[in-house]
């Protein structure tokens, strides 16, 4: 299937590593123009190198998003640049373990900076250009928004709220014809989900105990797993599909738990 998406630009937050990095390699074996945002400046001018040494077109904007200004800056850019956009990717996220008993109001609100602000701020900023090119928008969520996690109020809280606003978004962005999906991973080993690990005692044994749950193969999911959703969610081929939250899990969320 052609996902017709050469040319198109897309603009992906925290793209330098992990999911958006493949989302941005996906973009580039596409012909879309990948433009990734991210805070590492090492990661995203290796990325960079990669993929204009493979003759895609892309761009790296250095930035930390969670700034408002931030986001302005970045969208500014990107149009500064190629005079368009046609996807946003809200990808950046991180669980940082701010719970309820450890945790403090001060920590909750830092936790809501990292880990959903950014989203609405990039999407306000984004808008009026998305609305030229009719485009869209998906957000990466988290499984922890459906099944909560523990000792982690602040990202669970975040990603539950991303799944609130991409429905309400949808609903909002009809009348432009602009479309907003949801993408829900649960467990995608990536330099943050090794991080987590290693906040374990024995992260070898988590992990094995964590890919016993997984149904489908008893394994992680690759990061190329969830970008080849997200290709297809903003490609025009997937143009009746507005305001889902879609599951690429190996079936962890919803299948029998007797079956593992
Ligand atoms: N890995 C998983 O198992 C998993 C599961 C569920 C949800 N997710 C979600 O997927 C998304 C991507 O996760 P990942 O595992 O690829 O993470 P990652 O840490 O491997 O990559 C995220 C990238 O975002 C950048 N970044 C972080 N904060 C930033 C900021 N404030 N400004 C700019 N850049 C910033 C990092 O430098 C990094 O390059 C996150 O929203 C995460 O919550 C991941």
Redesign the pocket.
Known sequence: MDLLLKDKVVLI?????????AIARGCAREGAIAVF????AE?GKQLRTDLSNNGAKCSFIY????PPENCAASVEQTLGEFQRLDVLVN?????DNVGLEHGSPEKYVKSLQ??LL?YYNMAHYALPALKKTQGCIVN?????AMTGQGKTSG?TSA?GAILSLTRDWACELLPYGMRVNAIV?????????Q?WLNTFPNPEEKLKHIVSKIPLGNRM?Q?EEIAAMVLFLISPQASHITGQHVLVDGGYVHLDRALT
């Open positions: 937050t925290g793209g330098a590593k992990g999911i958006g990095a945002i991210d805070k590492d990661a930035a930390d998003l969670v990808n950046v996220g991180i669980n990292l880990n950014h990466v969520a988290s499984k922890v990202y990603k991973p649960a467990e995608v080993m990536t330099p943050l989900y991080w999911t990061p």
